[in-house]
């Protein structure tokens, strides 16, 4: 098991990259996945990291990543999460966090 982020109003964390953070509801990025956290702590000490830190509101729901340290779409759905819509879908996605450039979103390849 491990942990997403959840906001009713912004819906489920999908990552960041270079300093801006997507959510599902808001602008997931065509992303096919959310990062996950393996414990609460660490959900919590990366949303610490925030400008203004943890979002008033937020709770972490958990989650059994299919994809690595990601949760598909479906993966969130069935842990009774809100899915999202995604424009293509895609054959292959690379789940690899770059810490040149701060991402933590999935590469579409």
Request: one cysteine or more; hydrophobic letters at 40%.
């Amino acid at each position: 098991m491990a942990y997403v982020i959840y906001s009713e109003i912004e819906g489920i964390f999908i990552g960041s990259c270079i300093g801006l953070a997507f959510w599902s509801k808001l602008d997931p990025v065509d992303q096919p996945a959310a990062i996950t956290f393996p414990s609460e702590a660490r959900a919590e000490q990366f949303m610490s990291t925030w400008a203004g830190g943890r979002p008033e509101g937020v709770s972490l729901v958990t989650v059994e990543p299919d994809q690595g340290e990601y949760a598909t779409i479906e993966a969130c759905v069935r842990a009774g999460l809100p899915g999202w819509t995604i424009a293509e879908p895609v054959d292959h996605v690379e789940y690899d966090w770059n810490a040149a450039d701060e991402c933590t979103t999935p590469r579409l390849t």
